[in-house]
């Protein structure tokens, strides 16, 4: 059993920042990928940032320069660092996590976590 659980959601203003922690825990091989999406109420799910096991990251152009991931491969933990807020970036961020369990060691899967709210309000 796999869990990914994020933290650090919330309600920020314009040209703020806020931080996400995304924590994998459970019967885990090794992870392939971690990485960050996010749905805004009317809209389809989509990629924020990915970090691969070799260090390389890629970000959607709307977030760029803004927004930061970084991994803790000790601790299983991916991190979105998020700065100049904007309205449109309110959405709920969901944890994404490309990996392997010791079940099944030789097979990649998909893991999500339940999300976290995050508004851009004044």
């Known amino acids: 059993q796999v869990q990914l659980v994020e933290s650090g959601g919330g309600l920020v203003q314009p040209g703020g920042s806020l931080r996400l922690s995304c924590a994998a825990s459970?019967?885990?091989?090794?992870?392939?990928?971690m990485g960050w999406y996010r749905q805004a109420p009317g809209k389809e799910r989509e990629l924020v940032a990915t970090?691969?096991?070799?260090?390389?990251?890629n970000y959607a152009d709307s977030v760029k320069g803004r927004f930061t991931i970084s991994r803790d491969n000790a601790k299983n933990t991916v991190y979105l660092q998020m700065n100049s807020l904007k309205p449109e970036d309110t959405a709920v961020y969901y944890c994404?996590?490309?990996?392997?369990?010791?079940?099944?060691?030789?097979?990649?899967?998909?893991?999500w976590g339940k999300g976290t709210l995050v508004t851009v309000s004044s």
């Open positions: 994404n996590a490309r990996l392997r369990t010791i079940a099944t060691p030789y097979s990649g899967m998909n893991y």
């Open positions: 459970g019967s885990i091989f090794s992870i392939n990928a």
């Open positions: 970090s691969t096991s070799g260090g390389s990251t």
